[in-house]
């Protein structure tokens, strides 16, 4: 039907596999990104070098590593407009703790439980109070940016106690020559790969986002299965703060302001539906990678600044418009 | 002792009372065809013994015990499992996946679980077969035809040992050959003991299959009586309001 | 032919101040094109994104410029990117600097003292208003350290002590509850919160503002200062900004505003390029190029920014 | 059916009367806004003061107008992220073109265009090519703004040529001792109302958001219609920002950042639904006042300006929380 | 002259034939019972009819005209008109609403034209009164029954005057007492002159109403006489694929 915008579900495939994955977005938006290494290899001499590259992957690794749990929200037909103020919040919340002297196990833990509480909110209010994803979450974007300065009484902290080298090693450093934070991508990646394909939590989640009714009415928890996706997110955007503010070496309240919609647009780049039902782990990892060589190359290539953002914008479209007019001919 | 008794059922959607002080039972093995002009209330019956919504006044009794369900899936886990008049179809899954919808099968060790994708299908595969439908359990439910989706629906009720199966308008888009099928499915369960609700619009259909039929006009339980005691026509002038009581 | 790149990053594109820098930057080229060099200028689209910042300058020191000048958002985190690097290419800071233990990183500072700055708001306010009384600072965006800075040093000079947290009655000197006032960067927002907090506080004797956001809206800004352009006139009511941006220079010229502390941000620019040239040539510079600060009042207004431009 | 999070239609009631009223969203938030008036006019003696009043309406006029046009993107079952970045781009336009010596009306043609043009843009890719409105209004965000640094060099424009005095005015001035955006906005809330009540296009837009392929099979001209609407909003935006820039007196390329976000808040806080085919021009009003009422209280009853962000968020979830648990006995 | 014909249809969905070389025609006054299986092609045609989809091949012909309706639209403005399987309703609009949609009735002067709503409720009334439903024009549709539904999109072909109209098993939610009333209203259709393909797997509602049968499998037509000539045992043949062709 040319007349409905109808998306293939990246989960489930019917037809034969060669034309699946013709009509598949991710695999669209995997080949753009894979052209657009090759020609910027080309292009500049500094690209393809390992610092680069190196740089590349772990830029992105923190956006990647989000848009993992949103995919999980967006395939539930929901929305975290939270991660950002979520990423501010365990980031200061890491950064007191440590500060304060604590060992970085406790940082850890309290950043995390931090992250998680907000996503708990966020679940509780979706899923058992019934409330608009969009409205709950724009919300606590409000309120979690206000804890954080709250918190951290709006210092820029940047002394981490007895474990700062740790956390500084963790998030900043590389094992094998790859950083720290690419690897854990790759992990939770895999894991989240295999969970939305092999677990009855990843099938129940597709089955919320395809009928919510239809999921009720068999037997699907669709309360408990709606409010994990949220917690499950606000882990990631906790997983990603230990890590950013190793990196970075230093928390303002002002850590991940804007995230949100970064991380919304790889997962949806990355071919995740935000009417539901649809999305993969490997999508949501391409689709930050694509933004972020994208951003990478502008700067490589000297392009003039005020023009950085048409650039952005138009290869966003461009990714999602490719894959919209290749499968365009055979519906 | 009854399977599955109502007492004094009622059912108000604000202004609206879609049930009213509706009671009926229903014995191990027994087949009831319930009627009733669009509208009548009859899947709001459904609705309400499948856990979907609470009755605004009156009680349920499985198997005498009187029950409660907040969620379908407490409807399920007695024993309860239905054919709903919209399907309850995820488009974006497969056949297969739709039919074990909420159980799916699992295999590994210990907490280490996986889905069962092969048992799944094959065992989706062999319940289509058994409803003589050309369903294909691999393919998306987005792109099937109106029975093959129903069959689907169907297929469902099929994975559990059933006390009671409830079925709201089961053969409405399905074509001649598989009404056959689900005819004789209805009194395949009806021997194993399995007591069936049978929703339908469908005189013939109810006629062949019912051991009784109760008729609904306008919320309201109008007859309740053996098949053999009645008569097509009869039940056509209660429906329609024609007959007041039978 | 190959010019070899000197990059100017500042905080954020979105804020007109920069812009200013890069003007400088601009007017350095003349000189830098005729050496084989040129000022380019970047940074992250909005302030807010400190992340970006530093995923700018690493994206820069791999492609491999002649020097680069920071204006760092998140300074400690521009100094551990710097640590981990362990980078060739000569760095400076200009507009904000690193923190004191960072300072060996870069090769030299380019601005001015954000600290001396609020002291010197402090100072152009006791002279209106000797006896202390009742203010409200106005900040921008929350994490922005040379904003805060600037608050610290007003509180330092007008409580008379080092690192005070708030004004609670030294010398006189109160800061009403509600305040500071957090505009992020934004004209609109800082209007219309100034005018709440008039609204509210009829009793309020001065606004302090730390950046000059409320005035780059200078007809909303007229419209929030008409209920107390006489008190100003008459000087019951003091406002001081930092800044000296063409809008507020219009808003002191009409006494809608007491005293402008401007830096000089377009020389700023210039400085920060040509520093950046000495270092790629391989010349040494100073450790600390403070471009000055310009103070404005009703008196100096038409005269009072000729060193500057 | 206590298990759905459906949303009743704002435009079309069952029922009684009565029982209708009790079940919209709109009436719940109208409500809590004038409950929050009336305490604030006691627990302050500036909140009823004429200049607040004056200064409140006028405040929430520019985000109320966009949220007019927003609502109708919404009720499609769209999203418009770009609505920031228009008011950018718009406000630079007119901005440049005046400074240019141009008049006044040349000024707003050309503003007015720009947004115009951005909101074909989105409607042609969304509509036409059948892309999602996330992705692409995402991209346009970035993109306008963009455009709008290149358009005016990054340079504040303060100087507005020689019909300067006439754009001051119209923004910034009033007429019967109500602000002109506020008069504005009144006119555009009444048209809109008409026109989602009482046209074929306001009936259409709500059918194609409650079942698009149900809308086209029917002939409704689905394509047209969902292109319109971003038309529309850009030009809602695009009138937003000649105002904001009357009343400014000033423009940077900053103008209307995050605005999108306000927008959106203020939409579905006054009830329009972002599954579609639910929504008001009353509601979007209404939102939009409540959100700034929740502001203005904050900066009057002096709270700690950590904490303020709390209270935004939490009243905004707690204005459509109450709604919902007024709703939840009789479903 | 034939009203519509079809010549030599196919249409494929990637590699699913749903129709192979469908050929077919339809008097005025004339009413065509098309019966097969699930999945056998039926609602494609009638999709194709409709402007719904472009066929893959062939040509199809209105009162002797080649046409090619590329949205709905079209059709309609050919004189053809729907009912499609899945109703096609707005579930956030009222029923009057609904049967209006895409040519809501306005009244004013020249631009100023406001929709009409008193009018569309009045006649809506009146159409569902003649369907003998008890649907209330005011009414969400997001709250009716199946069978309610049903009228609405039944009652929508009513609003012009149609040279041709199709329905998609426009009787499989319907009670009793109103397929009496569908299939009356087939009838008056066929007095007036109008030409109506039903689609619809109750053998008996066929045998009444159609002039003709035609039997789809598997995406070919199989059969295709008059019903005087052929009997319900011959078509269950045909749909079930135990006679090969009529
Ligand atoms: N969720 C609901 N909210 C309000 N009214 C409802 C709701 N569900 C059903 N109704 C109303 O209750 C009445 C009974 O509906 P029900 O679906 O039980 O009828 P039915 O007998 O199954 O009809 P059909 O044969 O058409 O399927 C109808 O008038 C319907 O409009
Ligand atoms: N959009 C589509 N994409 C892919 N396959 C489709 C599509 N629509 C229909 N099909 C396939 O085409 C075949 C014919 O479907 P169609 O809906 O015409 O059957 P039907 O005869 O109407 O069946 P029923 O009696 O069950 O309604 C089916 O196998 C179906 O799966
Ligand atoms: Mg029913
Ligand atoms: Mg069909």
């Known amino acids: 039907m040319t007349s409905l915008t109808s998306h293939d579900s990246g989960a489930e495939q019917t037809h034969t596999r060669w034309s699946g994955l013709l009509a598949n977005q991710v695999f669209w938006v995997a080949v753009a990104t ?41 395939v539930t037909a929901g929305i975290d407009l939270s991660v950002g103020s979520t990423i501010g919040l365990a980031g200061v919340v890491i950064s007191v703790v440590m500060h304060a002297g604590f060992s970085i196990w406790i940082g850890i833990a309290a950043a995390l439980l931090s992250a998680v509480a907000v996503g708990l909110v966020n679940g509780i209010l979706i899923a058992y109070v019934g409330m608009q994803p969009f409205v709950v979450t724009l919300g606590m974007l409000s309120v979690g940016r206000s804890l954080a300065m709250v918190i951290s ?95 970075l070496g230093a928390v303002t309240t002002g850590l991940g302001t804007g995230d949100e919609l970064r991380v919304i647009a790889a997962t949806v780049v990355g071919g995740a539906n935000l009417m539901g039902g649809v999305g993969s782990a490997f999508g949501a990892v391409i689709g930050a990678a694509l933004i972020e060589v994208i951003r990478n190359s502008l700067i490589l290539l000297g392009v003039n600044s005020f023009w950085q953002g048409t650039f952005v914008g138009s290869f966003i479209i461009l990714a999602v418009l490719f894959n919209r007019l290749s499968r365009s001919g055979n519906d | ?115 069962d994708y092969k048992t799944m299908y094959s065992r989706s595969r062999e319940l289509f077969a058994e409803l003589k439908s050309e369903t294909r359990p691999r393919d998306l439910v987005r792109q099937m035809s109106g029975g093959q989706r129903q069959a689907v629906a169907i297929a469902r009720t099929r994975l559990s040992q059933a006390r009671i199966v409830l079925m709201d308008e089961p053969t409405a888009a399905i074509s001649v050959r598989q009404v056959a099928e689900v005819l004789q499915l209805i009194e395949r369960l009806r021997d194993q003991g399995i007591a069936v609700i049978l929703i339908s619009h469908r005189m013939p259909d109810v006629f062949t299959v019912a051991d009784r039929v109760a008729v609904m006009r306008r919320g309201r339980k109008v007859a309740d009586k053996r098949v053999a005691d009645s008569s097509p026509e009869e039940v056509t002038g209660l429906i329609t309001g024609a007959l007041e009581v039978a | ?109 380019v601005g001015t003292d954000n600290h001396e700055l609020g002291v010197d708001l402090a100072k152009q306010l006791k002279k ?160 600390t190029i403070y471009t000055g600060l310009d103070t404005c009042t009703w008196d100096n207004a038409d005269n009072c920014l000729k060193g500057s431009k």
């Open chain 3, 128 to 287: 209106h208003m000797a006896k202390g009384g009742k203010i409200c600072l106005v900040l921008g965006n929350s994490a922005a350290a040379n904003i805060n800075e600037r608050a610290a040093g007003t509180r330092d000079e007008l409580s008379g002590k080092e690192g005070t947290e708030k004004l609670t009655g030294q010398n006189g000197w109160t800061e009403i509850s509600g305040c500071p006032l957090y505009t992020d960067d934004d004209a609109a927002k800082g209007n219309q919160m100034m005018a709440d907090t008039l609204t509210a506080n009829p009793d309020l004797d001065a606004f302090v503002l730390e950046g000059g956001w409320p005035l780059f809206a200078p007809q909303a800004y007229t419209q929030v200062t008409n209920p107390i352009k006489g008190k100003i006139e008459s000087g019951d009511f003091v406002i001081v900004s930092a800044d000296t941006l063409e809008p507020e220079m219009q808003a002191l010229k009409d006494h809608r505003v007491n005293a402008l502390v401007g830096q000089r941000p377009e020389q700023m620019g210039y400085d920060a390029a040509m520093t950046m040239m000495k270092l790629a040539e391989g010349k040494s510079v100073e450790n």
């Open chain 2, 1 to 115: 002792m009854a399977v599955l008794e109502l007492n004094g059922i009622s059912k108000h959607f604000g202004a609206i009372r879609a049930l009213n002080n509706v009671t009926l039972s229903l014995e191990a093995g027994e087949v009831l065809g319930l009627m009733g002009d669009n509208g009548a209330g009859k899947s709001t019956i459904v609705k309400i013994i499948a856990g979907n919504f609470l009755p605004s006044e009156g009680e349920i009794r499985v198997e005498g015990r009187p029950v409660r369900f907040h969620r379908p899936i407490d409807a399920r886990d007695n024993g309860i499992e239905v054919v709903y008049q919209d399907l309850a179809l995820c488009d974006n899954l497969t056949a297969a996946a739709n039919v074990y919808l909420g159980r799916e099968l699992r295999r590994g060790i210990g907490p280490f679980k996986i889905i």
């Open chain 1, 153 to 247: 009484q709006n210092r820029t902290i940047f002394e981490f106690g007895p474990d700062g080298g740790k956390l500084l090693a963790l998030g900043g450093g590389s094992t094998f020559g790859i950083a720290n934070p690419v690897l854990v991508l790759i992990v939770l990646a895999l894991a989240m790969g295999f969970i939305f394909r092999f677990t009855r939590w990843g099938r129940h989640i597709f089955a919320v986002g395809g009928n919510e009714r239809a999921a009720n009415l068999t037997g699907v928890p669709v309360r408990r299965r709606k409010c994990s996706v949220y917690v499950l997110c606000g882990l990631m955007a906790g997983i990603a703060a230990v890590l950013e503010v190793g990196w």
């Open chain 3, 1 to 109: 032919q190959n010019l070899k790149t000197l990059a100017l990053v500042v905080k954020g594109l979105d804020n007109p101040y920069f812009d200013l820098m890069h003007q400088g930057c601009e007017r350095a080229n003349k000189e830098l094109k005729e050496n084989g060099y040129t000022c380019y200028y970047t940074g992250p689209a909005t302030a807010a994104d400190e992340g970006a910042e530093v995923q700018i300058v690493d994206d820069l020191l791999t492609k491999g410029v002649a020097a680069i000048a920071i204006s760092p958002s998140n300074a400690p985190a521009i100094a551990q990117l710097l640590k981990r690097r362990k980078t060739n290419i000569p760095v400076i800071t200009a507009d904000a600097d690193f923190l004191k233990k960072d300072r060996d990183l870069r090769k030299a500072f």
């Open chain 1, 34 to 74: 894979v052209l657009a290494c090759i020609v910027l290899s080309f292009a500049t001499n500094s690209f393809a070098t390992s610092q680069n590259l190196f740089n590349v992957t772990r830029n992105f690794a923190f956006v990647a590593i989000v848009a993992l749990g949103m995919t999980a929200v967006i």
